[in-house]
T-cell receptor, first 113, second 115 residues
């Protein structure tokens, strides 16, 4: 079975500051990990994914995430926040051959001017 | 990636009625899923829509309440039956191309309010 924990349901950063959104996972098999973003009144858009290749994954819009097996973490970062980054971010895990995704509870990112 | 459309995009319904949501994909895909996102919550998988056979439902979801059809590899419907205000949610369709490194792509969602 797989599970995801996102620490911090709400995160606020100033424009230009570092963005760090935390995700820890639990999986009985080697996991595949994903970050999705949901803008207001829209569906989910894939930001990036880890599928057992490079542990540092780069995604769209300047985001990246690092898979750390020893810490069971897959935190999302962006060096400099932009106002357009304000959205809800979801971490998700998929285990082994199963295709179903298990989502974390989400983190609402607010970017302050 | 796949382009996914859903109809309707939003609706307001009376309790006791039913609503059918359509999901259309621009290419044939192996797997289609239906999720529910209750207000302020994360996504919960309702079921996997199987082409040519009955859908596979997750714990807590039953066919009588959420009947699903998948007549071909590009289309699926989800019906929310005998609705109550607790069914007010966003319902999202997703598709999985099924290749190793791929993941699910999501439609824009259907925003349902039950009065």
């Amino acid at each position: 079975a797989q599970s995801v924990t996102q620490l911090g349901s709400h995160v606020s950063v100033s424009e230009g500051a570092l963005v760090l959104l935390r995700c820890n996972y639990s999986s009985s098999v080697p996991p595949y990990l994903f970050w999705y973003v949901q803008y207001p009144n829209q569906g989910l858009q894939l930001l990036l994914k880890y599928t057992s290749a490079a542990t540092l994954v780069k995604g769209i819009n300047g985001f990246e995430a690092e898979f750390k097996k020893s810490e069971t973490s897959f935190h999302l970062t962006k060096p400099s926040a932009h106002m357009s980054d304000a959205a809800e971010y979801f971490c998700a895990v998929r285990g082994g051959s199963a295709r179903q995704l298990t989502f974390g509870s989400g983190t609402q990112l607010t970017v302050l001017p | 990636s796949a382009v996914i459309s859903q109809k309707p995009s939003r609706d307001i319904c009376q309790r006791g009625t039913s609503l059918t949501i359509q999901c259309q994909v621009d290419s044939q895909v192996t797997m289609m899923f239906w999720y529910r996102q209750q207000p302020g919550q994360s996504l919960t998988l309702i079921a996997t829509a199987n082409q040519g056979s009955e859908a596979t439902y997750e714990s807590g979801f039953v066919i009588d309440k959420f009947p699903i059809s998948r007549p071909n590899l590009t289309f699926s419907t989800l019906t929310v039956s005998n609705m109550s205000p607790e069914d007010s949610s966003i319902y999202l369709c997703s598709v999985d191309p099924g290749t190793f490194a791929e993941t699910q792509y999501f439609g824009p969602g259907t925003r349902l309010l039950v009065l």
